[in-house]
Each structure stands twice: as C-alpha cells, then as structure tokens.
C-alpha cells in the first residue's frame, strides 16, 4: 500500500521543456513502431519463404503471420516488467531500457541467417528476437512511459494534446518503414530482395535507436512522478497493486484499445498480403497505396487529440467506434470491385479511423491510473488490447478469408469495433482528472 500523504504540496515545476517532452516522447514511439512495421512488412512479404521454406505458400505465410503474434504475446510481460521499474525507479531510465532492448533484438534479426544456413535454429531464434521485441519494443514497456512522459508534463488543459505526439510515433513510423521497403521493392529484384534486401530496414534501425537514446538521456524525471516520490508514495510491487484495486480501468482500458489494433493491422498487414498475393497487386503498388493511406492516419491523430481536449475523451472515442462498426461493412465491397481507388478509399477510411480512436489513448490511458502504479496500467491496458485486436488478427484474417471471404474479416473488424465502444461507455470522462491526485 502507498503511504498516507496529503495532497496540499505544492506541485513540483516542469523540468523538460515542452519541446524536449514532444521530441522525446515521439522519437521513442516512432522508432518502436517503424521496428514493429518493418517485422510486419517482412511478414507479409518474405519471412515466410526465408525462415519457413519447406512449407507450401499458404503455411508460409500462416507461419509468419504467428511469429508476427508472438511479440504480442510477450508484451504483457514487457509492461509488467518496464511497469514494475517505471513506477519504482522514474520514467526516464526505464525508456532508455526499453528502447535499448528493442533496438538491440530488430537489429539481429537482420542479421539472423535463414532456413537454408541454419536449419530449424532459424526460426527458433527468430521467434526468440521476437519475444524480445515485444518485451522491449516495449510495446510492452516502450509506449507507456512515452505516454507518461507526454501527459506527466502536460499543462493544464491540454493533456490529450500533449499525449498526442507518441501516438503521432506511428504514423511516422510506418511512413519510415513501408517507405524504405517501396524504396528496396522499387531497385532491386524479387531474388536480391528475398536474399539480402529485406535485411537492410533492420539494420537501420541500429542508428535510429542511437538518436533516441541520445534525445532521452537528456530528459529529467517527469514532474508528477517527482511529486510521487517526494510524498512517498511508491509501493513494492505496483503490479499486484494494480490487479488487487485497479483490475477493472486495466480492463476497460485494454477493451478500449482493441480497435486501434483491429483497424490497423487487418488495413496493413493483412491487406498487404492479400492485395498482393490475391488481388494480384505487385509490393510497389500496394506499399505505395499504403503510404499515402497513412497520410490520413497522421492526420486525423491531431485533430481527434484536439477535440478530446475540448470535448471529452468519450464522445470522441464513441464517434470513431461507431464509425469503426461501419467500416467493417466496406471491406469487400472495396477491395474486390477491381478498382485501385477503391483499395485505396478503404485503406485511407481505415486508418483515419485508427488516428481517430488511437489519439486519445495518450491521455486516456494514464488518467485511468494513480501515480504508484500508472506505467504498469497504462502499459498493461494498451498490451492486453493488443493481445486481442492485433496478435493474431493477420492469422485470423487469413483463415476467414478462406472460411467466408472478405466479408468474414470485415466482420472482424466490425467485431472488435463493437468491443471497444462497450467498453468506452463503461468508462468515466477523464478529461479534467489530476494526475497527481487520482485515487
């Protein structure tokens, strides 16, 4: 239990200029999510001949479409682990250590050599490096203390503004990732690109994770959490804290999430290899649709941050759910009437939709907590959501393709649309919470 305090201390004065707290809160989930992007790119194009070979197409792209899951699976554990030492220790050293580990694990995966030189070893130590990135590609650990370090400083006012610049990371990061893929598709040939090219948007990430650890090293610890200590407010271990008095925000939280992911990765990851594989797009068309569909994403994160600000957290999520419901209806229609637009208009819907539910989740997420125990539930809402709106939803989209058709997986869609906005209506506006007095 945290120690009894009062809360007539003076708070503690901002030490990282808004700037500093924007860049650095970006720069972090930017990389983490190019990391992310690059795996599901590979994924959908080439992890599947290269690591799982001995396999007919389809089973190869099912099996990738699982080791893209199994960083999913591991991030529960990762916001357990960065929550215990974010909530414990501050902020700032915990985002150096989960950006480190991320970097670390996507960087040997470009050099992990394939089926053919290693045998079974390959994609056993490939579903090991994937396991560290959803630890630390924090996922897992990553996004909540970005998210902290946004809204910790936030002023008054403007916390969904101020959480909005990790959940632009995203957008950028994709742009990054799908661009640098469309760049390799565009220059080298299918067998230059199966032997050595896809390798080349791992390694880079090397440098990107040098420029975040640099920007991160310079923060001081966020203010509310310096408060927390100051009153001592800590607890030995904030996740038995979390699950014995706030189980219910970690689960209405991660419902919240679970169409962010749906929209996503069923628009991106599935997509791809479906419009390449099935309706015969070539990878420079379809990255190419990809990265200007993504445009709409950017946009509409400052827009709905914005008006969360000024409206509320719920109307604006309520709105982008309803409208995520309808959604999953224009899939088929969309994608198999033959028409490039057509592929496009849905993808730009979908992931304008995503900006529309994502942006809030900055704010929402940590004003659902307490100080002592807020990275831990805030990570571990945003993971558990991920678990089910995105670790299987390229699996389970390909298997309802093949079940139903595109209808089945726009059902999906649809699905955890519904999801989400049930539990959006459970949660109370948080919009004027005091993070540094939520009990």
């Not at 001995?54 to 190869?60: E, I, M, N, V």
């Not at 999906?412 to 007095?437: F, P």
Request: glycine letters at 12%; hydrophobic letters at 50%; charged letters at 10%.
């Amino acid at each position: 239990m945290t120690t009894s305090t009062t809360y007539d201390d003076a708070p503690a004065q901002p030490t990282n200029s808004a700037t500093r707290v924007a860049t650095a809160s970006f720069i972090g989930t930017a990389i983490e999510f190019y990391d992310f992007y690059v795996y599901a790119t590979a994924a959908a194009l080439v992890i599947g001949p290269v690591f799982f070979p001995q396999t007919s197409g389809t089973a190869q792209m099912l099996s990738a479409f699982l080791t893209f899951g199994i960083a999913f699976l591991a991030r529960p554990l990762g916001s357990a682990l960065f929550g215990h030492f974010g909530d414990r220790i501050g902020r700032k050293s915990t985002l150096v250590a989960s950006l480190l580990l991320m970097g670390v694990c996507t960087t040997l995966i470009g050099v992990l050599p394939g089926y053919d030189s290693i045998g079974a070893w390959a994609p056993i130590l490939l579903c090991v490096l994937r396991f560290g990135q959803g630890l630390g590609l924090g996922l897992g650990g990553e996004w909540g203390g970005a998210a902290l370090l946004a809204t910790e400083n936030a002023p008054k006012g403007k916390r969904a503004w101020f959480g909005m610049f990790p959940q632009l990371g995203p957008s950028i990061g994709f742009l990054a990732a799908n661009g640098l893929f469309l760049t390799l598709a565009m220059t080298l040939d299918d067998e230059q690109f199966r032997s050595w090219g896809w390798r080349i948007p791992f390694l880079l990430s090397a440098a990107l994770v040098m420029v975040g650890l640099y920007v991160r090293l310079k923060l001081h610890e966020t203010p509310v959490f310096a408060n927390a200590v100051a009153r001592q407010e800590r607890v030995k271990i904030p996740l038995v804290e979390l699950f014995s008095q706030y189980w219910v925000p970690v689960l209405l939280g991660a419902g919240a999430m679970v169409v962010c992911y749906a929209l996503f990765y069923i628009s991106t990851v599935f997509s791809l290899s479906y419009g390449v594989a099935t309706l015969g797009y070539s990878r420079e068309t379809f990255l190419g649709l990809l990265c200007f569909a993504v445009l709409f994403m950017a946009a509409a994160t400052p827009l709905s941050a914005w008006a969360s600000d000024r409206y509320g957290r719920k109307p604006v999520l309520i709105i982008g759910g309803v409208l995520a419901i309808l959604s999953g209806f224009l899939m088929e229609p969309l994608l198999t009437q033959g028409s490039t637009w057509g592929v496009a208009l849905f993808l730009c819907i979908e992931l304008f939709l995503m900006g529309v539910t994502f942006a809030p989740m900055g704010a929402l997420l940590p004003e659902l907590f307490p100080t002592h125990v807020r990275y831990t539930g805030a990570s571990a809402a945003y993971n558990l959501g991920g678990i089910v709106g995105a670790s299987a939803a390229p699996f389970f989209a390909q298997k309802l393709v093949a079940m139903g058709g595109l209808s089945y997986v726009g059902g999906y869609v649809s699905g955890a649309a519904v999801l989400s906005l049930i539990a959006v209506l459970c949660l109370k506006e948080t919009r004027h919470n005091d993070l540094n007095q939520i009990a």
